[in-house]
């Protein structure tokens, strides 16, 4: 799955990416508050990651940064099985020379309406509770607090640390869009959600 965002193109990772990940994501302040990813990182890590197979309805993607030069990966966002579950998780993170600039929130509305298309009904999520700024990316995307924390093991970090639960209803959102569109608009789908058309942004 490919989408575009204002600032964003949200790809696939390829092979080719590895030594760009590896770079963009390779900071112990951003691996810590991830669940699965090592610390130290490197080339091999991200080789490993990308070369790891994905059903193409659970999309993991990164976050490219449309410039006038060459563009630059800046993040990965994406969503998936929550360890042994049948619940949905969506993930992400941006390189620290980013951060602040929302570009989180830019492509989790994408990567919401691409859940969306595919008939995913909920979304999980969570942010390890010494990392409030995801939870406010989190709300902005539409998603609630359960009220719950429990505990996640973070492979940088080499333990269990608190972790804040958060779900968003999708099909509640989606009915509730519905009914606030004019009546003759209904049923339309809007160019931007037509996901198949962004195949076409790979080679842009």
Same mark, same amino acid.
């Given at each position: 799955?490919?989408?575009?965002?204002?600032?964003?193109?949200?790809? /696939?990772?390829?092979?080719? &990416? !590895?030594? #760009? $990940?590896?770079r963009?994501?390779?900071?112990?302040?951003?691996?810590?508050?991830l @669940?699965?990813?090592?610390?130290?990182?490197g080339?091999?890590?991200?080789?490993?990651f990308l070369?790891?197979?994905?059903?193409p309805?659970?999309?993991?993607?990164?976050m490219?940064?449309?410039?006038?030069?060459?563009p630059?990966?800046?993040?990965?966002?994406g969503?998936? /099985?929550?360890?042994?579950? &049948? !619940?949905? #998780? $969506?993930?992400?993170?941006?390189?620290?020379?980013y951060?602040?600039?929302?570009? @989180?929130?830019?492509?989790?509305?994408?990567?919401l309406?691409?859940?969306?298309?595919?008939?995913v009904?909920?979304?999980?999520?969570?942010?390890?509770?010494?990392?409030?700024?995801s939870?406010?990316?989190?709300?902005?995307?539409?998603?609630r607090?359960?009220?719950?924390?429990?505990?996640?093991?973070?492979? !940088?970090?080499?333990?269990?640390?608190?972790?804040?639960?958060f779900?968003?209803?999708?099909?509640?959102?989606?009915?509730?869009?519905?009914?606030?569109?004019?009546?003759?608009?209904?049923?339309?789908?809007?160019?931007?959600d037509?996901?198949?058309?962004?195949?076409r942004?790979?080679?842009?």
């Amino acid at each position: 799955m490919f989408a575009r965002t204002e600032r964003l193109l949200l790809r /696939p990772g390829f092979a080719e &990416d !590895a030594p #760009e $990940l590896a770079r963009a994501i390779g900071e112990e302040a951003i691996v810590r508050n991830l @669940a699965t990813a090592p610390w130290p990182y490197g080339e091999d890590d991200a080789q490993m990651f990308l070369e790891m197979e994905r059903d193409p309805l659970h999309p993991q993607l990164l976050m490219i940064m449309r410039t006038a030069g060459q563009p630059q990966i800046v993040g990965g966002i994406g969503y998936g /099985p929550r360890g042994n579950s &049948d !619940a949905l #998780e $969506l993930g992400y993170w941006v390189a620290r020379p980013y951060w602040g600039l929302g570009l @989180a929130t830019e492509a989790g509305r994408a990567v919401l309406s691409m859940a969306r298309a595919n008939g995913v009904r909920r979304l999980h999520a969570g942010h390890f509770a010494d990392n409030p700024a995801s939870g406010a990316v989190l709300r902005k995307l539409g998603f609630r607090p359960t009220g719950s924390t429990a505990p996640l093991f973070s492979k !940088a970090r080499g333990r269990e640390a608190d972790c804040a639960l958060f779900e968003c209803d999708l099909a509640a959102d989606a009915a509730a869009d519905t009914e606030r569109m004019p009546v003759g608009s209904r049923g339309r789908v809007a160019p931007e959600d037509d996901f198949r058309e962004a195949i076409r942004l790979m080679a842009a």
